[in-house]
């Protein structure tokens, strides 16, 4: 019997190359599960920006959804490409991209007629000024090094005006364990350490990795990328949502923030 090695969790320095392999890595080897597991919740062709289940249908953050029709829409780290498959059906023109092979094949699997694109987010593989917006549900921001240079990317690719939205976990969470119950309630770490949480193997590599950023850090981050940023969003939990995803619950989630969403424009 091959006894499977569990990776270690600890925080270290990791850069941009390693923190890449890490992820597509991890979603390959994972995607199977995180659809079984969240697939219901997410719908086929639903936009949810996330655990809270704020859905994009109700809060519009791209815009009014009467306004989506024939627009060209980049969405960053879009697993099976759920919120593409939504915007595909308000009228507008997505692109699905994601850096994981075993994410798009699930997307695949779901259909519909979304281009999928399986690039990394820090070199995005199309021309300056190709859509109208772009949007990212969780998706690759949380997971590299060097998250200016996924906002320079995208500012890149957007057209004059065009819009940039994005949702990563709330800066605050970092503080906390990320347990669903009362263990999750008290501060078990600076908010201020940005050393990576890293997972690795037996010989020091890693096999998952998430930055974190503090809420002051990521509104540079867009600022310094060329962006305005013209909302914040930090969705309440709302009392129809009974379940637990990770560390999210609604315990948690009546307490604390959960979900960060920023709301940039490129002029
Ligand atoms: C938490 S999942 C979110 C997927 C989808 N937006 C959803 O809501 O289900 C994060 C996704 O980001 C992708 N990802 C991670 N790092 C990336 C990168 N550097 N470039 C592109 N995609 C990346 C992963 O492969 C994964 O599919």
Request: glycine share 10%.
């Amino acid at each position: 019997m091959i006894e499977e090695h569990e990776p270690e969790a600890v925080r270290r320095t990791t850069g941009g190359a390693e923190s890449s392999r890490a992820s597509r890595g991890w979603w390959d080897r994972n995607a199977d599960e995180y659809q079984t597991e969240h697939g219901a919740f997410l719908g086929d062709d639903r936009f949810v920006w996330g655990p809270e289940g704020l859905d994009e249908a109700e809060a519009a953050l791209l815009g009014p959804a009467s306004g989506l029709k024939g627009l060209d829409v980049l969405e960053i780290g879009a697993g099976a490409a759920q919120c593409s498959r939504w915007l595909a059906a308000q009228g507008a023109r997505p692109v699905a991209l994601d850096l994981s092979h075993r994410q798009l094949q699930h997307a695949l699997r779901i259909g519909g007629d979304v281009p999928l694109v399986e690039a990394d987010a820090c070199a995005l593989p199309f021309a300056d000024g190709s859509f109208d917006l772009a949007c990212s549900a969780y998706g690759a921001v949380p997971f590299v090094a060097d998250p200016v240079q996924v906002m320079r990317e995208v500012r890149r690719v957007l057209r004059p005006g065009g819009r940039w939205v994005f949702s990563v976990t709330h800066p605050l969470r970092w503080a906390f364990p990320d347990e669903p119950g009362p263990e999750g309630l008290s501060v078990a770490a600076s908010y201020f350490d940005r050393t990576p949480y890293v997972e690795q193997d037996e010989q020091g590599r890693a096999v998952y990795v998430e930055h974190h950023r503090t809420l002051g850090d990521r509104v540079r981050d867009v600022v310094a990328a060329g962006f305005r940023l013209t909302d914040l969003v930090e969705p309440e939990w709302p009392a129809w949502n009974q379940q637990e995803w990770g560390g999210w619950s609604p315990l948690r989630g009546n307490l604390i923030p959960g979900t960060a969403i920023f709301v940039c424009e490129r002029d």
